[in-house]
């Protein structure tokens, strides 16, 4: 386990490094020169001027003045835990070996250590918990041919199916670029051109958008992957991650409850259940369907904005997780954390959903700014497997990963001179056949509006009251072409849906003149001017 090894002090008692009259809790600089006074700047009598030579000053404040990198441009805000994967060798009564040879899921019992981060998305990294948004659910499978990333949500579908679109959705979500503030009609604008999002508008607007905290809500991987079985055969697969805590989501009026007493409940909640030796667990389940475009559905299966029905494509249990541990250091583990979609194991393979394509370059790209380009050899994000490339340098290199008995003076491939080479190969490639025009165009089962549709009417009605509600809410100050375009989209998800936040908003349209005329003169009577002091 190399997970703590950066944030543990190096010594015992006896550790031969220590130079004489040194305790193992003596303060050094990062150059090991014991501090003899960390409180005074050394200045020319007590009350200055300060020198420049102030060596542990310098390094202290300029190091302090770096602590500091780029927060996550989506899914700021997280909380992390390590703990155990355990396969059960089947994938419901078959073995799991027909349709996929990743080590990881063959035996039953296997364990594979595992990293876990869950994330809101939309806002920074130290914004409420409480808000409306989709739930990352990022695990990464440390597993004996290396590392695995599953980089999910708790919703089970998505806004968009093109990865071209993502950053306009992305900038539509966050603040204003003028006022910087979250805006409805921001949001609105983009989605009411943007018909494939109905379906997880639903859910993202009902309770189901808020979930009460991470232990119980679901996971999933939304977008499509492939298993590869020994043969080099494929099958499409979607993973979902199902809470055996239960599930539980919050209305509107019960998260701001919540959030008016702590922004950092979902942290606060995951972190006291580790502690207290409450392990969330979670059991991964697949759903398969043979390779290729199954015309007979009425969508497609690589569309990430739809569900595969459980009655035809059944959730099949192959293992359960268990997290057990704290991070010891919430930066080194959880901040400094890289997941990306492209991150697979021998078994594992891509669809063609092109939104995972656009997703798997974008992962790795950004973490090469954000953490730097050696972020592979940070603790947190080594495979805890034998590593050798022959990458090297760049900022931040943490070690040369070349294996023992490398030639050193090697880091090319191929040689003749003891330097590295290429893996057997075990099992026959999976090769599918593509052909076809290059075109920038959508795929063509978009229907958009069924399940979204379906989605509404499946809701309980306590659920539909609060979606209803919130869309309205959303809404009312939008511009009017925006709100017309809106029902119009909800009315082909179910006439219903579209009938109630029409009505919804005419009536606030109506209140909206009384309210704002009540609230000037609420807020005269209130107000009490501060006294200077
Ligand atoms: C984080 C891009 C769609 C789940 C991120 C990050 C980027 C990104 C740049 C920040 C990563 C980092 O700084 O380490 C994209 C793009 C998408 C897309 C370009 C679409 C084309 C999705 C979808 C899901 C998802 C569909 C859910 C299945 C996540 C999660 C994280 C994340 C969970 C946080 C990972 C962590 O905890 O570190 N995404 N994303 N993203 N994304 Fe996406």
């Given at each position: 386990d190399?997970?703590?090894?950066?944030?543990?002090?190096?010594?015992s008692s006896s550790d031969p490094r220590r130079t004489e009259g040194e305790q193992s809790q003596t303060l050094t600089t990062r150059q090991g020169h014991p501090v003899t006074n960390n409180q005074n700047l050394r200045t020319i009598g007590s009350r200055g001027p300060t020198?420049?030579?102030?060596?542990?000053?310098?390094?202290?404040?300029?190091?302090?003045?770096?602590?500091?990198?780029?927060?996550?441009?989506?899914?700021?805000?997280?909380?992390g835990a390590h703990g155990v994967f355990e396969a059960y060798g089947t994938v419901g009564d078959e073995p799991v070996r027909r349709y996929t040879r990743a080590k990881l899921f063959q035996e039953k019992g296997k364990q594979t250590p595992v990293f876990v981060r869950f994330s809101s998305v939309i806002h920074g990294g130290h914004s409420p918990e409480t808000l409306r948004d989709p739930r990352g659910f990022a695990v990464k499978f440390y597993t004996e041919d290396g590392n695995w990333d599953l980089v999910g949500n708790n919703l089970k579908v998505f806004f968009i199916r093109d990865a071209m679109k993502f950053p306009d959705l992305v900038h539509a979500f966050k603040p204003d670029p003028v006022t910087n503030r979250q805006s409805g009609e921001r949001i609105f604008d983009f989605i009411s051109n943007t018909p494939e999002a109905m379906h997880m508008i639903t859910l993202l607007f009902s309770p189901w958008g808020i979930p009460a905290n991470y232990r119980q809500m679901q996971g999933s991987g939304?977008?499509?992957?492939?298993?590869?079985?020994?043969?080099?055969?494929?099958?499409?697969?979607?993973?979902?991650?199902e809470p055996l805590q239960g599930i539980r989501n919050l209305t509107q009026p019960e998260a701001e409850k919540v959030q008016s007493k702590n922004f950092n409940h979902a942290t606060q909640d995951l972190y006291d259940a580790i502690e207290r030796g409450e392990f969330p667990q979670w059991e991964l389940c697949v759903q398969i369907m043979s390779d290729g475009d199954h015309p007979e559905l009425d969508f497609d299966p690589l569309d990430d904005t739809k569900i595969w029905s459980r009655e035809q494509f059944p959730w099949l249990p192959v293992g359960r997780m268990t997290l057990n541990r704290n991070p010891q250091n919430y930066f080194a583990e959880v901040e400094q954390a890289a997941f990306g979609t492209g991150v697979l194991v021998d078994g594992l393979d891509f669809s063609d959903d092109k939104m995972l394509q656009g997703r798997t370059f974008s992962y790795s790209d950004t973490q090469r700014y954000r953490v730097g380009p050696n972020y592979l050899q940070l603790p947190i994000n080594a495979p805890k497997k034998h590593v050798a490339t022959n990458q090297r340098d760049g900022q931040m290199v943490y070690m040369v990963d070349s294996a023992p008995g490398q030639n050193a003076h090697v880091n090319y491939e191929p040689s003749n001179l003891r330097g590295l080479t290429e893996a057997p190969r075990t099992y026959p490639d999976h090769t599918p056949w593509v052909e076809g025009?290059?075109?920038?165009?959508?795929?063509?089962?978009?229907?958009?509006?069924?399940?979204?549709?379906e989605q509404y009417r499946n809701f309980e009605d306590w659920e539909r009251d609060d979606l209803i509600a919130n869309l309205v809410d959303n809404l009312k100050d939008a511009a009017p072409v925006i709100q017309t375009k809106m029902v119009d989209l909800l009315t082909q998800c179910d006439t219903d849906y579209g009938r109630r936040v029409a009505e919804g908003l005419a009536q606030a349209g109506q209140s909206t003149e009384e309210d704002q005329q009540q609230a000037v003169r609420q807020a005269e009577e209130n107000s009490h001017e501060a006294q200077p002091y």
């Open positions: 190399n997970t703590g090894t950066a944030v543990q002090n190096p010594g020198t420049l030579e102030n060596y542990h000053f310098l390094e202290k404040i300029s190091h302090f003045d770096r602590e500091r990198i780029p927060e996550r441009v989506v899914h700021a805000r997280g909380a939304v977008n499509t992957y492939k298993w590869v079985n020994e043969r080099g055969e494929g099958v499409l697969v979607k993973y979902h991650w025009p290059l075109v920038r165009q959508s795929i063509e089962r978009t229907n958009n509006f069924a399940q979204a549709g």
